[in-house]
């Protein structure tokens, strides 16, 4: 387990070979580094549910109600909707998580559908009222977590972190990323000299 910090702090510090110096930080901004992370958890927990289910980290919650009944917000959210859910509990009961398509079918066949829990966007709706907190068992996103947050960046064993590591690296290495960056580059030159000759 490592913090979001550290993990970020040691991707941008490999890109540079031991040091990160500011140009190193603007060219890879944290929240850049965040979102590819995003990517490379939610690959791992759609193609791997077995690798994601241990990256999952442990969430609880206090429930509110509205016009439509009882619900909690899940913040950060998951990474990939209910597939990246693998628990959910209150202080006496169990849920299923459904997405609203399952919920509606269940409710068809079986007439009753009193322990679901439905996600809608970022929020996990309740069909009964919550016994004290809720606690949620799921892979959230990692760029909505707060830095020093722990996260299990990769699959227990197996080399896991190592690979998931090696994935996020080739992307902000690849010749793709690294076009974007030349042209990013290059557009904010040319703008700042717009402005420099705007202001002549």
Not at 16 to 34: C, E, L, S, T
Not at 75 to 101: C, F, H, M, W
Not at 110 to 115: L, S, T, V
């Amino acid at each position: 387990m490592i913090t979001k910090r550290n993990y970020i702090d040691l991707i941008q510090n490999r890109l540079n070979g031991g040091i990160v110096p500011k140009d190193v930080q603007k060219i890879y901004p944290r929240g850049v580094i965040a979102k590819i992370l995003d990517m490379a958890f939610s690959d791992v927990v759609i193609n791997n549910s077995g690798a994601a289910a241990d990256m999952s980290l442990e969430f609880s919650f206090t429930s509110q109600t509205d016009a439509n009944g009882y619900y909690i917000t899940l913040s950060p959210r998951p990474i990939a909707g209910t597939l990246s859910i693998y628990d959910i509990y209150d202080e006496k009961n169990e849920y299923n998580i459904q997405d609203k398509v399952m919920s509606r079918a269940i409710r068809t066949l079986r007439d009753n559908n009193k322990f679901g829990a439905i996600l809608y966007g970022d929020k996990l709706r309740f069909n009964t009222t919550p016994v004290g907190q809720v606690t949620v068992i799921y892979v959230p996103r990692v760029s909505e977590m707060a830095d020093d947050d722990a996260l299990y960046a990769g699959e227990e064993g197996d080399n896991g972190e190592i690979m998931l590591f090696s994935r996020v690296m080739a992307v902000l290495q690849g010749k793709d990323f690294q076009d974007e960056l030349n042209n990013n580059a290059v557009d904010a030159q040319q703008l700042r000299g717009t402005k420099i000759r705007k202001g002549r």
